[in-house]
């Protein structure tokens, strides 16, 4: 009985594995392995700003940070359609959710490398895509330990990720440190905690393709 049990646990799954093809699968994983990359630059880009090295680094840094946005898309759109058969439409919400804010996030960035929307509004636009992303990175935890799609290592990540953004958010007030200060108090365990769940998640959409 258990191990018919286990069958029917795992066929939504596996039917939701069939439903995605394979080269949708190793676009996501390998747009997934570009974005820790980018991510990595625009931080490089960013101490070198904040280092005077030159102010042309603080726009290569923001262009980065865009691209690494957009990169994500086709993960988010890999673990939805991953998830159909174990995830209910909240799931279905939470990614269109995420998939807006990274156009916002995205749209936001370049718009202030243009000049047209000023530093404080492309916090709020890059706040709102950072948001909207942990959230969906909290619902694929959920999914992760329920139903391993995705695997659980992406969970544990996630976990992680959630729970530096929410000591950021409310660190950062509290302690009333300067930008350059909060960037090596927050900002590195958070790239820390960001590489890691984008190298788990690459790593488990390309396993499955």
Not at 2 to 19: F, I, K, M, N, S
Not at 37 to 50: E, M, N, Q
Not at 194 to 207: E, I, N, T
Request: proline share 3%; glycine share 12%; charged share 10%.
């Amino acid at each position: 009985m258990r191990g018919h049990a286990l069958a029917r646990t795992d066929q939504p799954v596996a039917q939701a594995e069939d439903a995605i093809d394979v080269g949708s699968l190793r676009l996501a994983g390998r747009a997934t392995f570009l974005a820790i990359g980018t991510l990595g630059l625009s931080a490089i880009a960013l101490a070198l700003y904040f280092g005077d090295a030159g102010e042309v680094f603080g726009p290569v840094s923001d262009v980065l940070v865009a691209a690494s946005f957009a990169l994500l898309a086709p993960a988010v759109v890999a673990v939805r359609r991953l998830a159909v058969g174990a995830a209910g439409r909240w799931f279905d919400a939470l990614s269109a959710a995420a998939l807006g804010g990274l156009v916002v996030a995205v749209a936001g960035q370049l718009l202030l490398v243009a000049g047209v929307l000023p530093l404080q509004g492309s916090f709020v636009t890059l706040g709102i895509g950072a948001i909207l992303l942990v959230a969906w990175a909290a619902g694929s935890a959920v999914l992760a330990f329920r139903h391993e799609v995705p695997g659980r290592d992406v969970g544990r990540w996630s976990l992680a990720l959630v729970g530096l953004t929410l000591v950021t958010a409310v660190g950062t007030p509290a302690l009333g440190l300067g930008t350059a200060e909060l960037s090596v108090v927050f900002g590195i365990p958070l790239l820390v905690a960001s590489v890691g769940w984008l190298v788990a998640l690459a790593r488990d959409l390309l396993r499955r393709a």
